[in-house]
């Protein structure tokens, strides 16, 4: 089992930054690889970055590519996403989730290879 608990969800102006976090316990030695999902009312739940355990592998897509960084620190069984020039689009409840399978070796973007998930944070980006 694994526990996923995120935080750091706030409203912000356009162009804004924050950092979500994301604190992993129970059997993380489990854990193949990590990710940060979105999903917007009336929307499907999207995935928007993905990592491998041993961060050599990371995945972004096209709608937040350089302006979304994803990390983890292993020591404190924390991932991070760093997301800078927040659009209005950007607003969601995001939520961390977590592969203990193997699955998403097979690729990062896809929400159905992850089996943990923690209760999301709401980012709300807004003038």
């Known amino acids: 089992q694994v526990q996923l608990v995120e935080s750091g969800g706030d409203s912000v102006q356009p162009g804004g930054s924050l950092r979500l976090s994301c604190a992993a316990s129970g059997k993380i030695s489990n854990i193949h690889c990590m990710g940060w999902f979105r999903q917007a009312p009336g929307k499907e739940r999207e995935g928007v970055a993905g990592?491998?355990?041993?961060?050599?592998?990371?995945y972004y897509p096209a709608s937040v590519k350089g302006r979304f960084t994803i990390s983890q620190d292993n020591a404190k069984s924390t991932l991070y996403l760093q997301m800078n020039n927040l659009k209005p689009d950007d607003t969601a409840m995001y939520y961390c989730?977590?592969?203990?399978?193997?699955?998403?070796?097979?690729?990062?973007?896809?929400?159905?290879?992850?089996?943990?998930w923690g209760q999301g944070t709401q980012v709300t980006v807004s003038s």
């Open positions: 989730a977590a592969d203990t399978t193997g699955r998403c070796r097979g690729g990062l973007a896809a929400r159905s290879r992850y089996n943990y």
């Open positions: 990592i491998d355990s041993g961060g050599t592998s990371t």
